[in-house]
């Protein structure tokens, strides 16, 4: 299949958008990102969309197939007509979360939470104590969110409502020796789980990286003491955002538990995409100025959704061109250890634009570095071995990969040996049973579309 052809494929694939839908916070966080977009003359010229500009946009990406969107900022609560926007989409099929610092909750938003059909808030906590969260976020935020966090609780409780709540923090020097106390928080709290990230260089965090980063190392070694304390059957659900799939697989042969190996890396320009407040829409967080080419730069036209469409934007040429660069790499031979690892493409597709730069190998200094306490440990790692997935595994991969959905559809045991997987007997049972659903609603669909067409045309003489 020539590229034209696949991407004609992906491009339908779009679903997942995460929007800053304000520059506006009330906080200064700081590691926080959007100061790289949103201060400075840049940032004076990116206005807020007017709620009537949101209702347009949100029913463009309705149309163009997105069922999903996260909303950040800035702080998501200082638009005073959120769950407004939150409850319009969800008017349309689209499933909406929002990240917030959780400090503007009020028992009258909280009220309306239910009513507006998000699914799931994201509250920022960096710290299980007021001290070292609030060095970070700010004096008083620390005690605010857990009230707020605890009153959130309460209330679905009290509605018998499903609203999922959940906490990210981000590990840094600031934190880290609260890491096992962050989960202990949670659980207190009563969060339905927990995602332990890494910084990321960008904005705030990369004006006081000195004071907050960590090295690899150090993120791995949390990494293992999170593993350690799942490993004495601690109930709270833990997800580590820290370390590749390969990482993974050394925690639970190491500590002999059983984490998701779960596909990721870059979905962008396939699966997902980044809209700004004033509309403008981008392939992702990275890609909003330029990108390096064979080591020229190459610049990102700012389009807005309510002027240009989402369609014009999404399928222009320059965004075709960008897809074909980004996803025709051979991720084998520019990275390392990926030449030799299981997972590469099937399950990790690392970010693209390093490849694009051609500067030379790509060393992930975080896998060579699991490699290297794995053969410390005597741990293998790198042998042509099936990878167990359970069924949420194999419906994420499904959901990222166009081709590898449809190949389930048709032969699901053919499928999982294709792509050097297993499924235990239970597990595989679920995902026949999710098949057997598909085809049953379809058949019905085509039933009742064939049912249409025979009441709305004439019978033949």
Not at 97 to 113: F, H, K
Not at 222 to 247: D, M, R
Not at 262 to 290: R, V, W
Request: charged share 25%; proline share 4%; with cysteine.
């Amino acid at each position: 299949m020539n590229f034209n052809n696949q991407y004609a494929l992906l491009r339908n694939q779009i679903k997942f958008m995460q929007w800053d839908i304000t520059k506006r916070c009330n906080l200064r966080c700081k590691h926080c990102r959007s100061t790289d977009y949103y201060e400075g003359k840049q940032g004076e010229q990116i206005q807020d969309l007017s709620t009537e500009e949101v209702f347009q946009t949100l029913d463009d990406l309705a149309k163009n197939g997105v069922n999903r969107i996260h909303f950040l900022g800035g702080e998501p609560f200082m638009r005073p007509d959120l769950l407004k926007i939150v409850k319009y989409a969800s008017t349309l099929g689209i499933v909406c979360s929002i990240n917030t610092n959780g400090t503007l909750l009020t028992d009258e938003i909280i009220d309306q939470l239910f009513d507006s059909h998000v699914y799931l808030l994201t509250f920022s906590l960096d710290g299980a104590t007021p001290e070292t969260n609030d060095r970070i976020r700010g004096e008083g935020v620390f005690d605010k969110v857990c009230a707020n966090i605890r009153a959130v609780d309460r209330a679905r409780k009290a509605k018998k409502r499903y609203l999922r709540i959940i906490t990210s923090p981000v590990i840094t020097k600031v934190n880290r020796h609260e890491a096992k106390e962050l989960c202990y928080l949670a659980q207190d709290l009563g969060l339905d789980s927990i995602i332990l990230t890494t910084l990321r260089r960008k904005g705030g965090a990369k004006e006081n990286l000195q004071d907050l980063g960590l090295t690899l190392s150090e993120e791995l070694d949390v990494a293992e003491e999170i593993a350690q304390l799942i490993a004495t059957g601690f109930k709270q659900h833990i997800q580590l955002g820290i370390g590749s799939p390969l990482n993974t697989e050394y925690l639970n042969k190491k500590y002999h538990i059983n984490l998701p190996i779960s596909p990721g890396g870059c979905n962008s320009l396939k699966m997902k995409g980044f809209i700004q407040p004033d509309g403008a829409l981008f392939p992702c967080q990275e890609l909003t100025h330029y990108y390096i080419l064979n080591q020229k730069k190459k610049d990102i036209a700012r389009s807005s959704i309510p002027k240009q469409g989402f369609d014009s934007i999404w399928n222009s040429q320059n965004y075709v061109d960008l897809m074909q660069k980004m996803f025709n790499i051979d991720m084998k031979s520019c990275n390392t250890p990926c030449d030799r690892c299981k997972y590469i493409v099937s399950y990790c597709y690392p970010c693209p634009l390093p490849a694009l730069r051609n500067n030379g190998t790509i060393h992930h200094e975080s896998c060579m570095e699991t490699l290297r306490r794995a053969k410390q440990d005597g741990i293998e790692l790198l042998k042509d071995e099936v990878i167990p997935a359970d069924f949420y595994a194999v419906v994420q991969k499904a959901i990222d990969d166009f081709q590898f959905r449809t190949d389930l559809l048709l032969d699901l045991d053919q499928t999982l040996r294709k792509n050097n997987m297993c499924m235990n007997p239970k597990e595989k049972e679920k995902m026949e049973t999710l098949i057997q659903t598909i085809f049953k609603r379809l058949h019905e669909k085509i039933d009742q579309f064939a049912r249409t067409e025979v009441d709305t045309h004439e019978p033949i003489s």
